[in-house]
Structures are given as structure tokens and as C-alpha cells.
């Protein structure tokens, strides 16, 4: 599961990860939450690069009747969602890379959770599995909204949490977002653990627990 991040980089370091032309003056985010608009790095098969956009996380099936789904659905099984009802169109034809640079997971310990922060190694941004959905309102109203694939934890997140987010590896960002590639086995190739040893991992405060917290005190070690 993934249910909270971390984007807090500046425009420079996120194009020399995601080589995205048009970026827009973003304000740090320490603890972004279900519902809340997202970064997301899109392929504009019209102009034939990559653009940002941002989205609302919890993606929305087109045929839904109710934006309320979205709160469920924030992650899909990477195992399962080229099967799924409301992932499967989405997965064959709308992929993105969620921009964030950290994640939190919690751990039970003696009756409460405890929060821990992930990133990478080096603190660099990177792009987690999406996929992005359109969807109208009965009156009218369109969202853009999306979710983010999970799959089994790697070492370092297992004794944390059973799941992880899918963090994709920067060269096969091309891959991911070419609407050309449709192919299940392509594309399940890429949606596995993260190294472990190129993360990183430390408990910080139970702040985070409330989403309206978007203060650095979310990712400062306990």
C-alpha cells in the first residue's frame, strides 16, 4: 500500500530526472494524501514529449457514477491490474509516472503505529508506476485523476509493510509511458521491488498522521 508521500524537489532536479520542459513553480509537499492533486509526468502523443500535469489521486473509472470510488482506488496490484475492471483500460493505454522523492509506511508496534520515511539513497526525485483516468459527472464536471501501482515489499520495506509502491528505474521510463507498448509481459516486466540497497528508511513523527500537516517535521528522523 501507498498512502502517503513526498515531493520536495526543485524544478532542476526534476528535469534532469524526468526531462520535462515545462515545469511549474511547485511548493513542497511533505505529506500528500488520497484525494489531494498530484504531480504526474504524462506522454503527449501529439507533441511527442513528455509533459506534467497534475491530477487528483484516487483514480476514477470513466463509467463510474460516483467520484467517491477514488478513494479506493489509490493503489492497484501490480500483480492484478492488467485484470481488473477499473485499472485494466487504464493499464493499456494511459500509464504515467507519479512524481514523489519519499513514501511512508507504518508499523504496528505494542498497540500503535509507528511512521517510517523512505527515499532513495542519494534524496533524488523518481517516479512511481501510475496509471490516469478521464471521468464526467452526471453534471458535467470533469477530473483527471490517478493511482499508483504496488507490489510486494523489497527487504528493507518487508519488516514494515507487506506492499510497496512500484518506484520504476529511470531507464525504463520510456517504456512505461509509450502508449504503443500494450503488451502484458512488457510491461509486468518492469513493476517489481526497488533495490533495497539504493533506499533508505528511518522512523519520524506520529505528525504525519494527520494529512493536514505539510510541515518538514514529516521527514525529520525521530
Known sequence: ???????????????????????PDLEPQYNIAPTQMVGVVLYNQESEQREFQKLRWGLIPSWSKDLGIGVKLINARAETVA????????FKHRRCLVVADGFYEWQFQENQKQPYYFRLQQGKPFGFAGLWEQWQSPEG???????????????L???????????????DYDVWLNPEV??????????HPYPSEAMTAYPVSKVVN????????????L
Open 1 to 23: 500500500m501507498c498512502g502517503r508521500f513526498t515531493l520536495i524537489q526543485t524544478a532542476e532536479a526534476l528535469y534532469k530526472t524526468f526531462h520535462v520542459e515545462k515545469l
Open 83 to 90: 485484470e481488473k475492471p477499473a485499472f485494466r483500460s487504464a
Open 141 to 155: 464536471e470533469e477530473i483527471t485523476s490517478c493511482t499508483i501501482l504496488t507490489t510486494e515489499a523489497n527487504e
Open 157 to 171: 520495506v518487508q519488516p514494515i509493510h507487506q506492499r510497496m509502491p512500484v518506484i520504476l528505474q529511470q531507464q
Open 182 to 191: 500494450q503488451t502484458r509481459e512488457a510491461l509486468q516486466q518492469l513493476l
Open 210 to 221: 494527520s494529512p493536514k500537516q505539510n510541515i518538514s517535521d514529516c521527514i525529520k528522523p
